[in-house]
């Protein structure tokens, strides 16, 4: 699966931040834009291989302009060059200091598709504190944050950031597989029921959760104090198959996994004989 920014491919990273860091004159700008044209239009057409090459020569003439460097970044990206797009966007994270999330997510979701998992986790947590600080900078929990797009097979998962929020249940990570998927879930005393109606969503995403439930949180106080103290908590690998069928696949008694570990724990899952 080709590496997308969350919402659309190529120009997300580029759309929504002001050019405040821009600092050509007004004839400089225009002969940038000029110059950038043909590889926008290549990148608006989802040609991001043209995009990529045309952009990335713009940006020698101008290695410091934060518009071209995200621009650049985002044909890269959509072009699976991945270890050039990581580069160029943190050279933009440099100049875009006080406005970083959107390229922060990119960079995220590049270190995962990378591999990089302790500058994963260095970017995750600095995500993580701004949202629970209330920092704006665009960050929405409402359906999670896109941390990682990845394969198993014919399947495409996107894996999902939910900061944790009050209620019976914490999700953590989310692993979301397209519309249409079918899961199984190990649920015998249900397999000869009739499915109630509310059960019947075409809307319905079949997923694998992280999250906490609050019930498990006494056990965990006794076995761990100090991390309970701490506000750690245990945490289980739901595998929802359906809107009212769900099924424990792991479950991680001494505290938070890491997402490389919930990750390699969801794959498995996926690639069970029962899933394929």
Known sequence: MPLNLPSAPGMDAAKGLAEEENRLSPSDSAKRNSLMQPGIEALKQGNNKTAYVSLNSVLTAYPNDLYALRTTAAAAMGAGQYEEAIVLFRRALTLSPHNPWPLRNAVILLEARLKQWNDFDHDMGMLRTAKKNGMEHGLDDSS???????????????????????????????????????????????????????????DFRPHLDVES????????????????????????????????AQALAEFYPDGEPTYEKARADAIRVLTSPEQR
């Open 213 to 244: 439930a609050d019930v498990d949180q006494t056990e965990f106080k006794k076995a761990y104090p100090d991390k309970a103290a701490k506000g750690e908590r245990s945490y289980t690998l739901i595998v929802y198959g359906s809107p009212c």
């Open 144 to 202: 999670g944050f896109v941390i990682d797009q990845f394969d198993v097979g014919p399947r495409s998962v996107q894996g999902e950031l939910y900061p944790l929020q009050p209620g019976q249940y914490h999700t953590l990570y989310r692993f979301v597989l397209p519309p249409g998927e079918i899961m199984t879930t190990v649920r015998a005393s249900s397999a000869s029921k009739a499915i109630p109606a509310q059960c019947n969503n075409p």
